[in-house]
Structure formats: structure tokens, C-alpha cells
């Protein structure tokens, strides 16, 4: 099993071993592209720019697919949440067509990869359906279905559904696809090495110098690259793509069907948020996966009532033999509903980036290796434009928006609170996380299963926002921006790049 960020097991972490590096960088320091973060896009962006000729390295501060790609229920789709009827409204019919030739490259390159490096990974073809269960919804599905043609999906009204649930109308969209993320993953990786590349693992990039050439301090040592990639979900740091990234967690369940009745289409609902739903074959055994209950991060108290309603779900509309792995991932919501690939606003223009996938992270990361790709390579590319972050304008206050997150109150520095008093006011149960208010300080406090307590200041060092307990996973989510940390306060996702304090906890001895 391959560790994630989080305290849940997902299915695809839980059906493969570590991937284990077989190159390393020797004394060779310098490269022409460094790619920092091992999940699907960077590892797909390095295969391709190693195979072009360039001499590529990628980074990655835990494992191979340690975040969302662990994470993902992994649906390759060209019908996106963001509907193309707002795609056409916002952007215009012609971008809206590009937005679709770029899932279908995104697909057509999945399954080239598949073919070239005879990866088993379980990739199947797929239909995809969405369906309304209210008038409203119908009236919405019916302008969906107008856009999808007019962008040339070739969507069809379809009078049943792959499964049994009631709807009013229903619409199918064909040529999608599903498979087993990691195991893709891990095999592309090993088609990088075989290439030339280098993967280095447990290696945290600590800070970048942009002059001329990009210098990039990690936790292995110093290197040089020509071009510095941030294909880590949201870039660290502080940038205007946060301001229009809103980080969301999504839920997902794997079970086993009494009934044997696994579906190999991909199914939507038109609720917001929406069920998501599919099945996926791993050795002998196939699974029923459903996802939803999406939220904010850090803006629901008890997560584990997400997991409580999902299974409502599932066992409502399926004949469920076994809850086989439940667990959460993170997503990044953008403002105007597309990705933003490209150059990474406010850094030299060869930094890049590829973030802000909604809940298509599957199929963008594709359409982000491709498009970076093109960068690097000064091909031209006209998803170079659609997706450019350059198309955030400045934001009105938002230097004064950033001096006022960094202007709070020190931190607990020589601070010290007593056990006792802080067992007294918490009330906590073991293996439970509460934000609290402590002799004029707010601490974030955490009582493990042995009785110990852990407090951390609650502000995330990245713009001072005040961190939120995730019950379900374990972890400390700052609502702002999606930075993530353990009950020790260390990183475990970014932008923040800097752990939680630490405060010292004593217990009173009396005389």
C-alpha cells in the first residue's frame, strides 16, 4: 500500500505497493526542466518533455501519487462540470470547442500511453450519463445537451439508465474512459526513468531563486533547470491564482454489489453537488465507486456525517454485499470554471504551472501535459491561450488584502499552557481535533488515542488564515486557501510551506 494525505484509505492506494526509483541524479545538478510533484500531471508532463529530448527531474516531497491522484475515483471525461451551455456563455462557442478538443487529446493520450508502454491498469471505454430527476433540471439538461452538440460531442437522449435510479430525462455522451489511476501512473513513471529521467521521492522543494537560470533548493540538495514546473494541485507560496482557486473536498465509497450488477458506464446526477458514480475491475475483484457530499475545506465541522450520507446513498440505490474502502481527496475549484495552465502569474516567465481542475483533474491533467508541453517546447498550441493564468487581472486591494492576513497576532513564541487546564476546557474525545479559546489565544488542539494532547497555533503560515479539525482524515484544513497539516502541524499539503507552531504543552505538578 502507497501512503496519501490523509488518515482514510482509498481503493487505489490500497491495491498497489510504493514505486521505487531506479535512477538517481548522481553529480548531475542541472537539467532543462525540473518538475515539482509526483501525481498524474507531472509525472505525464515529464514522460512527455524527457521523450522530446529534454533532460527532465521531478520532485516529489512524499510518494508518487501521495495527493489527489491517490485520491481521485478517476473518471476520463469529456463531459465536464462546468457545462458547456456556461463554457459557450462565458468564453464563446470557438473556446468552448477547443475546451472539448482538448478532452478528447486528453483521452486519446491515455489510451496511446496504454498502447505504447502495454500498461495494465485496468483502462476500459465508456459511455457517460447525466440525468435530471426534477422539471428544473430538465430545462437545465436540455441547454447541456444543445451545447454538447454544438461543441461536437454528439450527445444522444437515452430512454433508460445503466442503473436503477429514478430520473425524468437522461443524456449520453459517448467515448469516455476509466481506469486505475496509480497503476498508470507508476507505469508512466517507470517508462520516465527508462527514458532518462530522474525521480526523486521524499525530496520537499524548500525555496526558488528566479535569476535567469532557476535555482531550487530541496531537502536533497541544490539543482539548476531551465524551466520549473508546479504541477503540485496549487502552486506554494503566495500568488493571484490563490485568490481564484477555492480548495473543496469530495467524498467517495468502493463496495461490493450482492447482485453482481456493476455498471460500465459513468453516471451523473444534476444535484449540486452531484453523485458521481462508476464501477472499476482490480484483479478478480470489481468494485462499485460513488462520490459526492462535496464541500469547502474546513467548512464542515463533522466530516465523517459526509461518509454517513454517502453510504445512505449507495445503499439506497444499490444492493450492497460490502463497504470495501471509503475515503476523501482535494480539489481546487477555479473562478471562471477552466484550468489555469501555463505561465504561473507574478514568477519569470519560465515558471509554470497547471492548477484549478474542478473535479476533472483526470482529464485536465492531460490537457495541462500537453499544453506545457508546447510551452517548453515553443510549439504552437492554442490551448496556450484558452488556459493561460494570464488571464487573471490584478485584483483590486489585493496587496492590502495580503498585508492584512500577515498583520495578526504573534505567535506563541516562549508560550507554555498547562495540561490540566486545557484537558479541563476541551472536552475532548480520544482521536479528536477542536480550534478552542485558551487565556486569550485561540490553539488548535488535538487529544490522540493514548490521551495526549498536541496544540498547535491554528494560524497557517501561508496567508495567516485560521486552520479547521478534518475529523474523517485526521488533518488541520485552512478553509482559505487548502493547505493541509498533521496533528504534529507539518505540511502535508500545500501552498503552505512552513509547518504549525508548536506549543508546549506541561503538566502542573503540586507542591
Not at 502569474?345 to 491533467?365: E, F, K, Q, R
Not at 496567508?463 to 497539516?485: I, M, Q
Request: net charge negative; proline share 4%; hydrophobic share 35%.
Amino acid at each position: 500500500m502507497i501512503a496519501r494525505d490523509g488518515n482514510t484509505v482509498s481503493l487505489w492506494q490500497d491495491s498497489v505497493e510504493e514505486f521505487v526509483p531506479q535512477n538517481t541524479p548522481g553529480a548531475n545538478t542541472e537539467f532543462d526542466v525540473a518538475v515539482v510533484g509526483g501525481g498524474i500531471t507531472g509525472i505525464t508532463t515529464a514522460l512527455l518533455l524527457q521523450k522530446a529530448g529534454k533532460k527532465c527531474v521531478l520532485f516529489e516531497a512524499y510518494n508518487l501519487c501521495f495527493g489527489t491522484t491517490g485520491g481521485t475515483t478517476a473518471h476520463l471525461n469529456t463531459l465536464l462540470d462546468n457545462p458547456y451551455s456556461t463554457i459557450i456563455k462565458d468564453f464563446g462557442k470557438e473556446n468552448a470547442q477547443l475546451v472539448a478538443q482538448s478532452c478528447r487529446e486528453s483521452i486519446a493520450l491515455v489510451k496511446s500511453h496504454i498502447a505504447e508502454y502495454n500498461i495494465d491498469c485496468g483502462f476500459e471505454d465508456a459511455s457517460a450519463y447525466l440525468f435530471a430527476q426534477t422539471d428544473k433540471q430538465v430545462k437545465e439538461l436540455k441547454d447541456i445537451y444543445d451545447a454538447c452538440n454544438e461543441v461536437g460531442l454528439n450527445a444522444s437522449y437515452a430512454d433508460n439508465l445503466p442503473v436503477n435510479i429514478d430520473f425524468k430525462q437522461a443524456m449520453l455522451v459517448q467515448e469516455q474512459g476509466k481506469f486505475h489511476p496509480v497503476k498508470y501512473v507508476q507505469a508512466l513513471a517507470h517508462a520516465f526513468e527508462q527514458a532518462g529521467g530522474i525521480i526523486l521521492q521524499q525530496c520537499r522543494v524548500e525555496d526558488v531563486k528566479e535569476d535567469g537560470t532557476i535555482t531550487i533548493k530541496t531537502s536533497q540538495g541544490d539543482f539548476k533547470s531551465g524551466y520549473l514546473i508546479y504541477a503540485t494541485h496549487i502552486p506554494p507560496g503566495v500568488n493571484l491564482v490563490h485568490l481564484r482557486c477555492a480548495p473543496y473536498r469530495s467524498y467517495a465509497i468502493a463496495v461490493s454489489l450482492k447482485d453482481k450488477k456493476y455498471t460500465d458506464a459513468l453516471i451523473y446526477d444534476m444535484y449540486d453537488p452531484y453523485h458521481y458514480i462508476r464501477s472499476q475491475k482490480i484483479g478478480d475483484a470489481t468494485y462499485l465507486i460513488v462520490g459526492a457530499e462535496d464541500h469547502k475545506t474546513g467548512h464542515v465541522e463533522n466530516t465523517d456525517e459526509c461518509f454517513l450520507k454517502l453510504e445512505a446513498y449507495v445503499r439506497e440505490h444499490f444492493d450492497v454485499d460490502e463497504v470495501i474502502n471509503k475515503w476523501s481527496a482535494q480539489f481546487f475549484e477555479p473562478a471562471d470554471g477552466l484550468a489555469y495552465i501555463g505561465h504561473l502569474p507574478g514568477h519569470d516567465v519560465n515558471i509554470l504551472v497547471a492548477t484549478g481542475y474542478g473535479g476533472n483533474g483526470i482529464t485536465y491533467s492531460h490537457v495541462a501535459a500537453l499544453t506545457l508541453k508546447s510551452i517548453v517546447l515553443g510549439e504552437e498550441n492554442p490551448y496556450i491561450k484558452l488556459f493561460n493564468p494570464g488571464r487573471i487581472k490584478p485584483v483590486a486591494g489585493f496587496v492590502s488584502f495580503i498585508e492584512h492576513n500577515a498583520d495578526v497576532a504573534r505567535l506563541f513564541v516562549g508560550k507554555w499552557f498547562a495540561h490540566e487546564k486545557l484537558e479541563e476546557l476541551s472536552g475532548l474525545a480520544h482521536g479528536e481535533g477542536k480550534v478552542i479559546k485558551y487565556e486569550g489565544h485561540t490553539v488548535a488542539l488535538y487529544k490522540d488515542e493514548g490521551g495526549g494532547l498536541h496544540v498547535l497555533s491554528p494560524v497557517c503560515p501561508h496567508l495567516k488564515c485560521s486552520v479547521a479539525w478534518n475529523s474523517s482524515e485526521r488533518s488541520w484544513d485552512c478553509p482559505c486557501h487548502g493547505s493541509r497539516f498533521d496533528i504534529e502541524g507539518n505540511v502535508i499539503t500545500g501552498p503552505a510551506g512552513a509547518p504549525l507552531e508548536k506549543i508546549e504543552v506541561k503538566t502542573l505538578v503540586e507542591d
